[in-house]
């Protein structure tokens, strides 16, 4: 499964790709944005939002470039407990169904 996690603490980078992989998921982290981040999203399976430190012009351009078939979660905290939360719910759902 692949997420994608938008916002977030800048520090704790190393540390949401470190829980993402325990679950076994492959992750990539955008806490700022980047030049060609459109393109570097692509289409992951998970796109997870910490709203309450991200742009709103970081989120367009994010939620332009994704498809329908991406489930988007929007969550206020960037905490690790928020994130092993949403994986322990969605990493269930995609192994129950696969």
């Known amino acids: 499964m692949s997420v994608v996690i ?3 603490n800048e520090c704790m980078k190393r540390q ?3 829980v993402c992989r325990k ?3 492959k992750a990539k982290v955008f806490c700022k944005p980047c030049a060609d981040m459109k393109s570097r999203i692509g ?3 998970l796109l997870i939002v910490f709203t309450h430190t991200i742009s709103h012009k970081m ?5 332009t470039g994704v498809c329908g078939a991406t489930k988007i979660v929007h969550c206020h905290t960037s905490s690790m407990n928020s994130l092993k939360d949403i994986l322990q719910e969605h ?3 995609e192994e129950v169904t696969a």
């Open 6 to 8: 938008l916002g977030g």
């Open 16 to 18: 949401y790709s470190d």
């Open 23 to 25: 679950y076994g998921c």
């Open 43 to 45: 289409v992951p399976d």
């Open 59 to 63: 989120l367009q351009c994010a939620l």
């Open 91 to 93: 990493v269930r759902e």
